[in-house]
């Protein structure tokens, strides 16, 4: 039995990327004509943010964590995240902020490379943030509204929420409400609820065929990894709550179910599926993509990719369903439910191990830092691999240490198999 | 080592397995036969060109095995350099895997195996049956592997060699406070200014490595440390055992587990090629 790397290029690629990056580019540019023409009024939004809000009221939305992940996959984050740390903002606190923050004092941006014509991100005309991923996004839009001096508004989220109870669902739908009159008057128009309810409707569905093309990895051989699936949650994220998104995944999950009839896995060969358990390397995608199909193992799962999934959507109750798939996030909850979550996953995706990605700027994505992979071991038997790293600064990953853990960890499972 | 203590090599050798252990400090070659006894090892510091170095301690393991290199039946490489050494072999282990066979094979019970490398340290958890449980790897800083203690002998002006009797004749142990070497530096130079015994610092000093360590993972059943560092500086397994408060385990040669175990797995793939390759039994 060797653990020796199998070739590199054992990996398939999925068909519709193509398309996906038309419906990006389409995306861009229309956010780029609105900032520049002034003919529609821009928010920027945190990334589970009320963007079906935003929609409904004519915005067009744009979401600096997307920013800061492309920052990230294109590594310009690493040097742009000093000029952030010389502002006063620490290397210790979200790197998605402090690669931000730097890319707009160095005035840079990946979509000018990526979308010729479009020279910087879009100028916003309000910023409105959810706390319920981080704190950091509140101190990150707080920043950019002294520096562009532009309202930012936000609803507070309550962390570590065992049970999503009633109170806090109208607390948080309360909060969404009072934001409506000020971005009322910033869009000078009024908000629609029927237009509302028909873009909770889309976010719904959107959700809900994410979840399918998700699941698609139930399979064995896996049609797509946790890899494809951060580059294909594009759509969900940055279009919740457009029919785009929905036609986009429609097509995607009409090529993973014939891979899944054809049996064939995007990684040739699986013979080991693992859970990624944090947020994804961004510089290193390809390359963590490329050693663990290199080690015939595929990463089949991962709550990064499931966060974008809000089976609480419901246009009959928008407020209060916008409410409560907020709070159902993975992020806002206590120890007690990530366990249960956990494990429930890794049962239904047939996982034979997980990964804990430990990333040094974001504690609220690290999940291993409180016990969490013992007690997930000890109730379900599944082994865990921690690995140190970042979301988007490289100084914080040693690719040489990455890559003995992880073919550590493959020649652990395979031992016990 | 169970099989270190008669490297004398017959007249003519059987097959031979071959282990390299290419670390960020060191690399080490051990050549074994069939029956797992040691014929030939060598260690050199593995300078910039792995490559290079494996093929001079290749060679004097060889010699000492009085074999050539047609001998080797199967080899297996391992460490940082794992793959810098395609003239021998493509087949490569983690370092992990090769010292918790090795240390198996060495100690064959439930172990919890202590490495401290010259920029790594694992604790590694292996079955009574063998097998891994798991194992846990420093994060990305230095402190408690063997750059730690290089950059603070340098810091007291003492040999690296010269730390375990220093440590060993400490009339008391002074603790240093810091997670960081160039911070605990500091705090060594501090203890210089105040006039501290050199002895106690590198007590202590020892005692931080043991900390970091220790702090990686808890311990079960028997303990064994293996690596350069616990090799050069028995003192830190005599230091670990009274910190644990029970017995650990030294092999004959600490610092050779590693491509010991690679030799063990080169053995292992050769004896399965055999069998897939051995004719069927005709029967009657």
Not at chain 1, 65 to 76: D, F, K, Y
Not at chain 2, 251 to 256: C, H, I, L, N, S
């Amino acid at each position: 039995m060797s653990t020796s790397p199998t070739s590199p290029t054992a990996r398939k690629t999925i068909q519709a990327t193509e398309l996906m990056g038309r419906i990006m580019r389409e995306y861009f540019y229309d956010l780029n004509d609105a900032a520049v023409t002034g003919r529609r009024k821009v928010a920027w939004c945190t990334s589970v943010g009320p963007a079906e809000l935003l929609r409904a009221l004519g915005f067009a939305v744009y979401f600096p964590e997307n920013h800061g992940a492309m920052l990230g996959s294109t590594r310009q984050s690493t040097e742009l995240i000093p000029e952030a740390n010389a502002a006063g903002y620490s290397p210790d606190i979200c790197s998605y902020l402090t690669a931000d923050i730097g890319a707009w004092l160095k005035q840079r941006t990946p979509l000018s490379k990526a979308y010729p014509g479009i020279e910087r991100v879009p100028r916003p005309d309000v910023l409105v943030y959810n706390t319920n991923q981080c704190r950091d996004v509140q101190d990150w839009f707080g920043w950019y509204a002294r520096e562009l001096g532009v309202p930012a508004l936000g609803i507070s989220s309550p962390k570590n929420v065992n049970d999503v109870t009633e109170g806090l669902v109208e607390d948080v739908a309360r909060q969404i409400e009072a934001l409506v009159a000020p971005l009322e008057a910033i869009v000078g128009a009024r908000l629609d609820i029927d237009r509302l309810r028909e873009t909770v409707a889309l976010s719904r569905r959107c959700s809900e065929i994410w979840r399918d093309v998700l699941e698609t990895a139930m399979h064995s051989p896996a049609p797509l990894t946790f890899f494809d699936g951060t580059i294909h949650m594009g759509p969900a994220v940055c279009l919740r709550g457009t029919q785009q998104a929905l036609d986009y995944y429609a097509v995607l999950l009409a090529e993973l179910r014939q891979r899944v009839a054809d049996g064939v896995g995007a990684v040739q060969g699986e013979r080991l599926r693992l859970y990624w358990e944090g947020m994804p390397v961004w510089g290193r995608l390809r390359q963590h993509s490329e050693m663990f199909a290199a080690l015939r193992t595929a990463v089949v799962a991962s709550t990064y990719c499931s966060s974008w999934i809000f089976p609480a959507f419901d246009d009959a109750d928008p407020f209060r369903s916008m409410a409560q798939a907020y709070l159902e996030l993975f992020i806002v909850r206590a120890e007690p439910y990530k366990e249960r979550y956990l494990a429930d996953m890794l049962q239904r995706f047939k996982v034979d191990g997980i990964i804990f990605h430990d990333a040094k700027t974001c504690p609220y994505n690290s999940n291993n830092r409180y016990g969490l992979p013992q007690r997930l071991q000890a109730s379900t038997g599944v082994p865990s691999l921690v690995l140190s790293g970042d979301l988007n600064d490289l100084r914080c990953v040693s690719d040489e240490q990455t890559k003995i853990n992880a073919e550590a960890f493959v020649e652990q499972l395979l031992e016990c198999a | 080592m169970t099989h270190a203590a008669s490297p004398a090599a017959p007249a003519a050798p059987a097959a031979l397995y071959l282990g390299l252990d290419l670390g960020s400090s060191r690399t080490k070659v051990v050549l074994i036969d069939a029956a797992g006894g040691l014929r030939g090892q060598a260690v050199r510091k593995s300078g910039i060109d792995f490559a290079v170095t494996a093929r001079a301690c290749l060679a004097q393991a060889l010699e000492m095995a009085s074999a050539g290199s047609g001998d080797i039946a199967a080899a297996v490489a391992t460490g940082y350099g794992r793959s810098n050494v395609a003239f021998v072999t493509e087949e490569t282990k983690t370092e992990i895997g090769c010292l918790a066979r090795g240390g198996y094979h060495l100690f064959p019970q439930a172990i919890s195996i202590i490495d401290i490398g010259g920029q790594d340290n694992k604790v590694i958890k292996v079955g009574a049956d063998g097998r891994r449980q798991s194992f846990k790897m420093n994060r990305k800083c230095a402190a408690g592997t063997g750059a730690f203690l290089e950059e603070m002998a340098s810091r007291l002006d003492v040999s690296l060699e010269t730390l375990n009797a220093l440590a060993a004749e400490a009339t008391e142990m002074i603790k240093l406070g810091s997670y960081c070497t160039v911070f605990s530096a500091t705090e060594v130079l501090e203890n210089i200014r105040a006039g501290r015994r050199v002895p106690d610092i590198v007590k202590g000093l020892f005692y931080s490595v043991i900390k970091r360590v220790l702090e990686m993972d808890s311990l079960t059943d028997g303990v064994v440390m293996t690596g350069g560092v616990v090799a050069h500086n028995p003192y830190l397994a005599e230091m670990t055992a009274g910190l644990i408060e029970r017995p650990v385990r030294l092999p004959a040669q600490p610092q050779f587990v590693g491509a010991l175990g690679a030799a063990l797995f080169a053995r292992d793939a050769a004896a399965g090629q055999v069998a897939a390759d051995a004719p069927p039994d005709q029967g009657d």
